[in-house]
T-cell receptor, first 115, second 109 residues
């Protein structure tokens, strides 16, 4: 299957700082990127969907000014958690899908801990 | 509203067979996915069903009945490494994935 590389896999940051998470499609064009958040023992919660070159569409309840998503190229999307707080600690996962395809491929996930 | 239901937890014995059920109510249907997720890792793709019937892939099979809004994942010859959460997800009319909460499968020797 296609490969999506997400990093960092783990990050610890201080409260009030910003953290950037990268998601790269290595062997296909990621026309659409999905960003998820997952709490322990919970399902994936879609945060936002972005199409290359367009602004991301955020799900209800997700603060777009706090979770900045950039999808400027067909192989790279970034999620920046701004002014992080301990409650932002979670497992963040990206997935990427090529145009016309139904299957999306997942990155490895990023465990964010805000102290 | 849109809803995906699957059991929270199941326990099975190594070498046995287990069936994980998933029922759904979504606005439109463009296929149903099963994913496996080990603790602390991202989900990995197992199967995709868009037509009624059974899809077999090695020890894993997935079944779909669109009229009943029902799917199951069948795991045969269970191995300890199959201990994981199994997520059911439906692609709706907007091609968005609606996720179930996942079924934690515990395999005992």
């Amino acid at each position: 299957g296609a490969v999506v590389s997400q990093h960092p896999s783990r990050v610890i940051c201080k409260s009030g700082t910003s953290v950037k998470i990268e998601c790269r499609s290595l062997d296909f064009q990621a026309t659409t990127m999905f960003w998820y958040r997952q709490f322990p023992k919970k399902s994936l919660m879609l945060m936002a969907t972005s199409n290359e070159g367009s602004k991301a569409t955020y799900e209800q309840g997700v603060e777009k000014d706090k979770f900045l998503i950039n999808h400027a190229s067909l192989t790279l999307s970034t999620l920046t958690v701004t002014s992080a707080h301990p409650e932002d600690s979670s497992f963040y996962i990206c997935s990427a899908r090529d145009f016309g395809e139904t299957e999306a491929f997942f990155g490895q996930g990023t465990r964010l801990t805000v102290v | 509203g849109q809803n995906i239901d699957q059991p929270t937890e199941m326990t099975a014995t190594e070498g046995a067979i287990v069936q994980i059920n998933c029922t759904y109510q979504t606005s439109g249907f463009n296929g149903l996915f099963w994913y496996q997720q080990h603790a602390g890792e991202a989900p990995t793709f197992l199967s995709y069903n868009v037509l009624d019937g059974l899809e077999e892939k090695g020890r894993f099979s997935s079944f779909l009945s669109r009229s009943k809004g029902y799917s199951y994942l069948l795991l045969k010859e269970l191995q300890m490494k199959d201990s994981a959460s199994y997520l059911c997800a439906v692609m709706d009319s907007n091609y968005q994935l609606i996720w179930g909460a996942g079924t934690k499968l515990i395999i005992k020797p």
